[in-house]
């Protein structure tokens, strides 16, 4: 099986969606091998260049044309490319745990990283703010997502529905990891967290 072959089985396994780059297919072939199949499955228009160094795969609507490129999903590539950690800032981590139906007028991501913007097109751009390592580490992702959401919609706001519908989108495993993270949330969160973890009301 050649090179092209592999990288091509491997997209069909993927999400139409996902955005990739070189980095993704570095245990099969050496990164140069692997940036001249990418630049021939671009040029045949098989895929698409995001920007420079990632690649998405065209996907068009019935109605609405050529789709642009997913945010998350760029963010997601960024990531896996960097090993730095990002995620979605205040009010985009309110709208992802569905807190609010507010979609945010930034697409504004948090890192351990340097503040970049990106350019994506059509779409907003994306931005990545640094924020201190120390609020970074040692909470699990989920638990992170929670804080921000949390924090965009503010104390005064965290309502009992609120609490549900947390305690309903989030998986046991993730509502459990809560408790082990109060250390890393506000003060004011921790009641709000344990009533999110609460496995006697799960069901509710």
Not at 71 to 100: D, I, M, S
Not at 146 to 161: C, D, K, N, Q, Y
């Amino acid at each position: 099986m050649t090179l092209r072959d592999k990288i091509a089985r491997r997209l069909r396994r993927w999400p139409p969606e996902r955005v990739f780059g070189r980095f993704d297919f570095l245990d099969l072939a050496p990164s140069a091998a692997v940036g001249m199949v990418l630049k021939r499955l671009h040029d045949e228009g098989a895929i698409r260049r995001v920007r420079r160094g990632y690649y998405d795969r065209p996907r068009r609507h019935a109605v609405l044309g050529e789709l642009s490129v997913s945010p998350q999903e760029f963010v997601a590539a960024v990531a896996r490319r960097t090993g730095r950690r990002l995620q979605p800032h205040g009010a985009h981590a309110a709208n992802e745990l569905h807190l609010t139906e507010q979609v945010p007028a930034q697409i504004i991501y948090e890192t351990d990283g340097p503040s970049r913007e990106f350019d994506l097109g059509k779409r907003r751009p994306v931005k990545l703010e640094r924020r201190p390592l120390r609020e970074m580490t040692g909470a699990s992702d989920v638990s992170r997502l929670v804080f921000s959401g949390l924090r965009a919609i503010g104390r005064a706001h965290v309502t009992p529905e609120r609490v549900a519908h947390l305690r309903r989108e989030l998986k046991a495993e993730d509502r459990r990891r809560l408790l082990r993270d109060l250390r890393y949330a506000p003060a004011w969160m921790h009641p709000h967290l344990r009533a999110i973890a609460d496995q006697t009301k799960a069901g509710s």
